[in-house]
């Protein structure tokens, strides 16, 4: 099994890489022609994004890919059409709620209303998101790894290009990011569109709605909670230190997330389906360990390797000194994706049980400790606080995912290997620099 996954993660986290390699590549053109506030607006129009999402969406193509991986291929297909249906649904009913006040939502959000357009463009690029996680959920579950990277190879392409000639060559300013996204969406829908129709009957299964959403409602909750865990820092140094500050920490984060795009989105894409059906026989066990010893130090390495080329990393992307500050938090969010990465195996164990809200409640409560502590440290600190108030909720996260998640389906793994490869890795790092 482990040959088949190391293959699969692979190709999963070179599609992630792909994308997130095109935002790495487009930063030296934003930090060259955008201010680091207008990178601010940015980093709030995507926490905004975000957080419409995981609502508007349901995380419906969570329960698709757990009800995959037990229906016969009938069923499967008409689970698929459901899904479609009611997300489809939800968007027309949320468009005709929200088209009519595109002024106001700017005002809320940025105090003027000259960014309405940009609000459209950022719903536009919200629905088609949505509907591509269908898609990607039914890859997913048919192990089709070869089909996303090719798909994500033609995205990645068209998203660069679109970026380079919108932003050099027209008048969009930052809307040209966004409308790019829209475009390598497209193209990411329009390539997995044949599999899409090839697994959906147009039978709609009303009597398994309440099962769908019992399962996926607690996972907005997740989802809600991931966001501001992640990304709700930038509000609150929006409020105490202004858009600058998003935008140097906007720029620290991106820079941070390459363990991210090349490991664990590829991981969680991977590992996930095949998890739901490991806890259940020795081999599956076993695979899980190893899965989690990988993770460990591979997420230890990135962490010294990243941190010790942070500065040179930064002088590639810029010769703005005011973005160079961003090199002061990134190994401090480095080392909180170590806790992140291992947090997301101990999901698993809730998911497998169906009983998502815990996963909720935890997320939740860790979001609120995240902000609560951004509103006492970022006045006094700025985007260095936030920094390391997102790592000591990451740890905190970790530990409660731990013990909940064991509880539930016990798995003995190696703690000594997880915190082994950490103590080495720190004393790597301060002997190193």
Excluded at 161 to 171: D, E, M
Excluded at 219 to 229: K, M, P, Q, R, W
Aim: hydrophobic share 55%; aromatic share 14%.
């Amino acid at each position: 099994m482990l040959p088949k996954t190391t293959y699969q993660i692979t190709l999963y986290s070179l599609g992630n890489v792909l994308l997130k390699f095109v935002g790495i590549l487009l930063l030296p053109l934003y930090t060259s022609v955008f201010k680091t506030t207008e990178f601010g607006i940015i980093g709030l129009v995507e926490l905004l994004s975000l957080i419409i999402t995981t609502v508007l969406s349901l995380n419906l193509s969570q329960a698709l890919v757990r009800w995959l991986s037990d229906e016969d291929q009938q069923q499967s297909k008409s689970i698929v059409f459901t899904v479609l249906l009611i997300n489809v649904s939800l968007i027309i009913v949320f468009s005709l709620f929200t088209f009519p006040f595109l002024k106001q939502i700017s005002e809320l959000f940025f105090k003027t209303d000259i960014y309405k357009t940009l609000i459209l463009l950022m719903f536009i690029s919200i629905y088609i998101d949505i509907l591509n996680r269908i898609p990607l959920s039914l890859i997913r579950s048919k192990e089709k790894p070869v089909l996303y990277i090719v798909s994500m190879v033609i995205k990645c392409l068209i998203t660069l290009v679109a970026n380079i000639y919108l932003i050099k060559y027209t008048y969009l300013g930052i809307a040209s990011v966004l409308v790019a996204s829209i475009l390598g969406n497209l193209a990411f829908f329009i390539c997995t569109f044949p599999l899409l129709i090839k697994n959906i009957y147009c039978h709609f299964l009303k009597h398994e709605v309440p099962a769908l959403l019992r399962y996926s409602v607690p996972l907005i909750f997740v989802g809600l909670g991931s966001v501001l865990l992640n990304m709700g820092d930038r509000y609150v140094l929006n409020i105490y230190s202004g858009l600058g500050e998003v935008g140097i920490y906007s720029f620290g984060y991106k820079v941070a997330s390459i363990v991210n795009m090349f490991v664990l989105q590829g991981v969680n894409l991977a590992v996930l389906p095949l998890a739901l059906k490991s806890f259940d026989s020795e081999t599956g066990v076993l695979f899980l360990r190893k899965i989690m010893s990988y993770l460990t130090i591979i997420l230890c390495f990135m962490f010294v390797a990243i941190s010790l080329l942070s500065l040179n990393f930064l002088h590639y992307f810029t010769n703005n000194q005011e973005y160079l500050l961003a090199n002061k938090i990134i190994p401090v969010l480095l080392f909180a994706y170590i806790f992140d990465g291992v947090r997301i195996l101990y999901s698993y164990h809730i998911l497998y049980v169906k009983k998502t809200l815990w996963n909720a409640y935890l997320t939740i409560f860790s979001a609120i400790l995240n902000i609560g502590l951004n509103f006492i440290v970022v006045p006094k600190y700025g985007f260095i606080g936030a920094a390391y108030t997102t790592l000591l909720t990451s740890m905190l996260t970790y530990l409660t995912f731990k013990k909940v998640a064991q509880k539930m389906v016990y798995v003995k793994y190696d703690d000594r290997i997880f915190w082994g490869a950490i103590i080495i890795a720190v004393a790597g790092f301060v002997f190193i620099a």
